[in-house]
């Protein structure tokens, strides 16, 4: 593995993770725009990364957020949630349907097994 990159924390780390057509259709015309910007400016990107720094690096986590806070901002939002609260809330809103098997949650959250994701939704459980 590249050295920009840290191995998964689990082998479950490693999941295929859906998305709707209109999502990965948006997700495709960004990117074909986004490699064109890259090219009119000159800016190498050699690990075909979807994000990066000026730097042409893999942003960190710190940089992830302040761009997610800014977006908060710019959508008129208080800048107060993280990716990871994201992250939360959609796992507890697929819960809260009671449509979604919690398997199939602790699997798209990529935990090691279902006890973990168990831990932390246990209050929503049915």
């Given at each position: 593995?590249?050295?920009?990159?840290?191995?998964?924390?689990?082998?479950?780390?490693?999941?295929?993770?859906?998305?709707?057509?209109?999502?990965?259709?948006?997700?495709?015309?960004?990117?074909?725009?986004?490699?064109?910007?890259?090219?009119?400016?000159?800016?190498?990107?050699?690990?075909?990364?979807?994000?990066?720094?000026?730097?042409?690096?893999?942003?960190?986590?710190?940089?992830?957020?302040?761009?997610?806070?800014?977006?908060?901002?710019?959508?008129?939002?208080?800048?107060?949630?993280?990716?990871?609260?994201?992250?939360?809330?959609?796992?507890?809103?697929?819960?809260?349907?009671?449509?979604?098997?919690?398997?199939?949650?602790?699997?798209?959250?990529?935990?090691?097994?279902?006890?973990?994701?168990?831990?932390?939704y246990i209050g929503l459980l049915p």
């Amino acid at each position: 593995m590249h050295n920009l990159f840290k191995e998964p924390k689990t082998k479950n780390s490693i999941r295929t993770v859906p998305v709707s057509r209109e999502a990965m259709n948006k997700s495709v015309k960004w990117i074909e725009i986004y490699r064109r910007e890259l090219f009119r400016r000159g800016v190498a990107n050699p690990e075909q990364l979807l994000f990066q720094t000026r730097q042409a690096k893999l942003p960190d986590a710190k940089t992830v957020n302040s761009a997610y806070h800014q977006l908060q901002k710019h959508l008129g939002m208080e800048s107060k949630f993280s990716t990871h609260t994201t992250r939360h809330t959609l796992a507890s809103m697929m819960l809260a349907t009671g449509e979604v098997s919690l398997a199939y949650i602790s699997y798209y959250l990529g935990h090691a097994n279902i006890m973990i994701t168990q831990k932390y939704y246990i209050g929503l459980l049915p």
